[in-house]
């Protein structure tokens, strides 16, 4: 039948498998979230905005949109 210490064995089991879990979930959503550090984007030589673009995306830029 039941006894205490089976009990108490089968609560810290679940209560480790629930933090691992957790870490486990942690991880995987700290991998998905990119580094600003490595974008690729580049500064207008004109008006100075910073755009991912391959040409100015500013309306207001003088240089050649």
């Given amino acids: 039948m039941f006894s205490i210490g089976k009990i108490f064995t ?6 480790v498998i629930t933090f691992i879990f957790k870490i486990l979930s942690k991880k995987r959503k ?3 979230v990119k580094d600003p550090k490595n974008l690729d984007v580049s ?3 004109s008006c100075g905005v ?16």
């Fill in 50 to 65: 910073w755009t991912s673009e391959k040409i100015c995306t500013n309306n207001n830029c003088p240089f050649d949109n």
């Fill in 30 to 32: 700290s991998s998905k």
């Fill in 10 to 15: 089968l609560i810290i089991i679940l209560l």
């Fill in 43 to 45: 500064k207008c030589p």
